[in-house]
């Protein structure tokens, strides 16, 4: 069984679309994450969840809209999307709270592509 | 802020070769340092860990040794083999951020037969 799952896995859109994309975790974990991976490969957190509530909110355009339904599901949604917004979006989760330092699982990441 | 420092790739090298990727890090108080692998096409995997001064963290043939006099978290193996051909991130989480990882900009190893 998939422990961190992603859907879609590739996702190719026109530039001012809404688009989603769904993680889900089977770990029993109480925090998730994402994460965007950019053309150079570098790694940078987005949004975290802690069993439901909103935890990290990093510099972000307002156009993302993280939603977490239960603890197990963490959505990302993009409004009005653009060029750059073109990545690979990684979810990931992991046991704990804030003082936590357990190891995050990750999915296999869905790459978006703005034409 | 926190931050990682980690050598620029791609590191190209023969089967059998030994290994060494350079990983430094800045953070205030005691973070926790992480080596994470991504294969071509894949997410991330942890690779191996350490939680405080001196640990070793070892996986698959690799190693790092937790150094806080010197700020750094070198990941070495000694005989790497064409599979170990990936994207390798150094990364820290300190103990106030939900677990957060600040990632190194990553380093791609290539493994020649």
């Known amino acids: 069984d998939t422990a961190v799952s992603q859907t879609p896995k590739y996702l190719v859109t026109q530039m001012g679309n809404d688009k989603s994309i769904k993680c889900e975790q089977n770990?029993?974990?109480?925090?998730m994450y994402w994460y965007k991976q950019d053309s150079k490969k570098f790694l940078k957190i987005m949004f975290s969840?802690?069993?439901?509530?909103?935890?990290i909110n990093e510099t972000v355009p307002n156009r993302f809209s993280p939603k977490s339904p239960d603890k197990a599901h963490l959505n990302l949604h993009i409004n009005s999307l653009e060029l750059g917004d073109s990545a690979v979006y990684f979810c990931?989760?992991?046991?704990?709270?804030?003082?936590?330092?357990?190891?995050?699982?990750f999915g296999d990441g869905t790459r978006l592509s703005i034409l | 802020g926190n931050s990682v420092t980690q050598m620029e790739g791609p590191v190209t090298l023969s089967e059998e070769a030994f290994l060494t990727i350079n990983c430094t890090y800045t953070?205030?108080?005691?973070?926790?340092l992480f080596w994470y692998v991504q294969y071509p096409g894949e997410g991330l995997q942890l690779l191996l860990k350490?939680?405080?001064?001196?640990d070793k963290g070892s996986n698959k043939g690799f190693e790092a040794t937790y150094r806080k006099e010197t700020t750094s978290f070198h990941l070495e193996k000694g005989s790497v083999q064409v599979s170990d051909s990936a994207v390798y991130f150094c990364?820290?989480?300190?103990?106030?951020?939900?677990?957060?990882?600040?990632f190194g900009a990553g380093t791609q190893v290539v493994v020649t037969p």
């Open positions: 990364a820290l989480s300190d103990m106030v951020s939900w677990g957060k990882l600040q």
């Open positions: 990931a989760s992991s046991q704990g709270d804030r003082t936590s330092n357990q190891p995050q699982h």
């Open positions: 770990l029993g974990h109480d925090t």
């Open positions: 350490a939680t405080k001064a001196d």
């Open positions: 953070a205030t108080g005691y973070p926790s």
């Open positions: 969840y802690n069993n439901k509530e909103l935890i």
